[in-house]
């Protein structure tokens, strides 16, 4: 049984508020540099983030959370962003959800870190793809949409592996 702890629901919460937060950027921002001279629409730094917040949010409090969570922002992007990009947001975050789910759950035995890497590639892929043609029915920004996930992915995954190494030297020490 799953175990609402305040950590988990503060993911959680971070984690919604990243769906609404993302498409309101691109709305208001546009296109931002991301490096190697690319660009991809503002919200990609908050969707990368986004994809490692789920994966958090489902190891503290399991998948109907997160499920739940995507509706959420859903109704959110819809009462607070363009419309198409609120219809091109959702049906990104369920398809690239349910890839992370197929990905995610067989890797987690291996590791939180491993699960997370590998299942957010395919995840930010399939996020990319799909959220690119629905919005703009162009693929012109795929190579930042791209780029820009995967830095947030990494900083992230850095970020987790630092804490954990810390926790593990704490341990021990």
Do not use: C
Not at 42 to 50: I, S
Not at 144 to 169: C, E, H, P
């Amino acid at each position: 049984m799953t175990r609402f702890t305040p950590a988990g629901l503060t993911v959680l919460a971070a984690y919604i508020a990243t769906i609404p937060a993302a498409n309101l950027a691109v709305t208001h921002l546009g296109a931002v540099p991301v490096g190697f001279g690319q660009v991809a629409p503002a919200g990609v730094y908050l969707v990368g983030l986004a994809l490692v917040l789920r994966d958090l949010a489902r190891e503290a409090l399991g998948r109907g959370a997160i499920l739940a969570a995507i509706a959420v922002g859903t109704v959110l992007s819809f009462l607070l962003a363009d419309p198409q990009l609120a219809v091109a947001s959702a049906a990104a975050f369920a398809v690239a959800e349910t890839l992370d789910f197929a990905v995610y759950e067989p890797l987690r035995q291996r590791g939180l870190l491993v699960a997370m890497l590998a299942s957010n590639v395919v995840g930010l892929l399939a996020d990319s793809l799909l959220f690119l043609h629905l919005a703009f029915d162009s693929f012109t920004y795929l190579p930042g949409q791209i780029l820009g996930k995967t830095w947030m992915t990494l900083g992230a995954v850095a970020v987790i592996a630092l804490i954990q190494w810390r926790r593990t030297r704490t341990v021990t020490a």
